[in-house]
């Protein structure tokens, strides 16, 4: 029995019943129904087994190994919708009929969907070929991450563009009529998009021009972290705090932003702490110096410094100057430093002073007496 002989079964076989005014065949509900969940089935059971098989040996991110599901998913269930409509004789012909007026094309149902399915493809494509691309080819290349990293985002801007016109040249759309649809998006830019064409083209400028990379270490305003990922209109950042931060991209090139990898990771560090009086000061300075000395995480190159930078109320202040190779280990290896300082003037008995003033009384002085007027 084939598909044909099975679907003039189950229509012969109708029952309909009346509900109100709507008269229902109850044999093509449960056989819409029937389907649809089978479909659903399908779709799960497919994309556990590719998810095993197939996108776990590819180099996809997780969010693009997600989206492959989904994407699988669907077809597999707009796929099992169309079967069904059609084994209910349900008239799709509505589907394609032109409705929504475009230049000079006329926009049915089905380009519509036939539109948005091929942008969905190049977007997905993109991400993939993207990550095969650094994954593969540009790891056999001496470059540095950061021109990776844009030529990857190349890559994926120029498929989508690719994909885009291939998209609009399908559906029949005329690239020369949309000049009017451009204008009026021109407008809207200059009254209520300014702000994202302004984060758009700074985007393009960190792409290209690179004041910031990806895994970066930069402090923009009152937030630092790492750079994560830069995108046309914002940039991911993120903190010490384990936290995703999205900032816009005009922020970076129009505030002020200190880079610490920009170039040379070497960073400097200085380290303040008091020391008595009555300490012996070269003891302090040799203490000082021991403390760089032995630190393995301390730059042998450039010399570490130890300054007298002032008197204080209560104590000499001294400054440390050490050079760390990477920004990133910047506040573990200064309470390594504080912790070792610590330990080392215990060794040495060199006090670190608190506060401290001293308060003289004295005895009062005697006041005039008139005994005359008492």
């Given at each position: 029995m084939n598909w044909s002989e099975i679907?003039?079964?189950?229509?012969?076989?109708?029952?309909?019943?009346?509900?109100?005014?709507?008269?229902?065949?109850?044999?093509?509900?449960?056989?819409?129904?029937?389907?649809?969940?089978?479909?659903?089935?399908?779709?799960?059971?497919?994309?556990?087994?590719?998810?095993?098989?197939v996108l776990s040996r590819l180099p996809l991110t997780e969010s693009v190994g997600r989206r492959s599901k989904r994407i699988i998913q669907l077809i597999i269930f707009f796929t099992g919708l169309f079967i069904a409509l059609d084994v209910v004789n349900v008239n799709l012909n509505i589907l394609s009929k032109p409705f929504l007026p475009i230049g000079e094309t006329t926009l049915s149902i089905v380009h519509i969907v036939t539109f948005f399915i091929?942008?969905?493809?190049?977007?997905?494509?993109?991400?993939?070929?993207?990550?095969?691309l650094m994954s593969k080819g540009l790891t056999q290349l001496q470059i540095d991450q950061g021109t990776k990293y844009v030529l990857k985002r190349v890559t994926e801007y120029a498929l989508i563009t690719i994909g885009g016109i291939?998209?609009?040249?399908?559906?029949?759309?005329?690239?020369?009529?949309?000049?009017?649809?451009?204008?009026?998006?021109?407008?809207?830019?200059?009254?209520?998009?300014?702000?994202?064409?302004?984060?758009?083209?700074?985007?393009?400028?960190?792409?290209?021009?690179?004041?910031?990379?990806?895994?970066?270490?930069?402090?923009?305003?009152?937030?630092?972290?790492?750079?994560?990922?830069?995108?046309?209109?914002?940039?991911?950042?993120?903190?010490?705090?384990?936290?995703?931060?999205?900032?816009?991209?005009?922020?970076?090139?129009?505030?002020?932003?200190?880079?610490?990898?920009?170039g040379d990771l070497k960073v400097r560090m200085r380290i303040t702490v008091g020391v008595s009086y009555n300490s012996d000061l070269d003891n302090v300075l040799a203490?000082?110096?021991e403390v760089a000395?032995?630190?393995?995480?301390?730059?042998?190159?450039?010399a570490s410094e130890v300054l007298l930078m002032e008197f204080g109320d209560s104590s000499w202040n001294m400054e440390l100057r050490l050079w760390i190779a990477d920004p990133k280990d910047y506040y573990r290896i200064l309470s390594e430093t504080n912790c070792a300082i610590v330990r080392k003037f215990r060794a040495r008995n060199i006090e670190i002073p608190f506060p401290q003033r001293d308060v003289h009384v004295r005895s009062p002085l005697p006041l005039p007496f008139d005994s005359a007027k008492n």
């Open positions: 679907k003039d079964f189950f229509q012969n076989s109708s029952y309909q019943v009346h509900i109100g005014k709507v008269l229902i065949d109850v044999v093509d509900v449960v056989l819409f129904v029937c389907i649809i969940t089978l479909a659903i089935i399908l779709a799960k059971v497919v994309t556990k087994i590719l998810g095993r098989r091929i942008i969905s493809l190049s977007v997905y494509l993109s991400k993939i070929l993207s990550n095969v291939i998209a609009f040249q399908t559906v029949g759309i005329n690239l020369s009529g949309l000049a009017v649809i451009f204008g009026l998006l021109s407008v809207g830019i200059g009254f209520g998009l300014q702000n994202i064409a302004s984060n758009f083209i700074s985007g393009v400028i960190l792409l290209f021009e690179r004041p910031i990379q990806v895994g970066d270490r930069i402090t923009v305003g009152d937030t630092q972290g790492d750079v994560e990922e830069i995108n046309i209109r914002a940039t991911t950042i993120r903190s010490l705090d384990n936290i995703s931060i999205i900032v816009p991209n005009t922020e970076f090139v129009e505030a002020r932003v200190t880079n610490w990898s920009h203490a000082l110096r000395d032995e630190s393995p995480n301390i730059l042998k190159t450039p």
